[in-house]
């Protein structure tokens, strides 16, 4: 198995959350970000991009579900 470079980029619903963006590193993690829906399209050739897509749970009180996007590199 070759190592892995994790790449995460998020994409947030044009919607708004209510966070203001100054308070959000000060805010204390309550949980670790789960996948609420499965990871796709996980076998990948070496040196390829794998791209997950999926609906994250908030992982701060004040913030609603959001969409996240995440990018995996095996180097």
Same mark, same amino acid.
Request: net charge positive; glycine share 6%; with cysteine.
């Given at each position: 198995?070759?190592?892995?470079? &994790?790449?995460?980029?998020?994409?947030?619903?044009?919607?708004?959350? =209510?966070?203001?963006? %100054?308070?959000?590193? /000060?805010?204390?993690?309550?949980?670790?970000?789960?996948?609420?829906?499965?990871?796709?399209? &996980?076998?990948?050739?070496?040196?390829?991009?794998?791209?997950?897509? =999926?609906?994250?749970? %908030?992982?701060?009180? /004040?913030?609603?579900?959001?969409?996240?996007?995440?990018?995996?590199?095996?180097?």
């Amino acid at each position: 198995m070759g190592d892995m470079k &994790l790449v995460a980029s998020s994409h947030m619903s044009k919607t708004s959350h =209510g966070v203001d963006p %100054s308070r959000v590193s /000060s805010m204390p993690l309550t949980e670790a970000p789960a996948f609420i829906l499965p990871p796709r399209n &996980l076998c990948i050739k070496e040196g390829a991009t794998a791209k997950f897509e =999926g609906r994250v749970r %908030s992982v701060r009180p /004040s913030c609603s579900t959001q969409s996240s996007e995440m990018s995996d590199r095996i180097s």
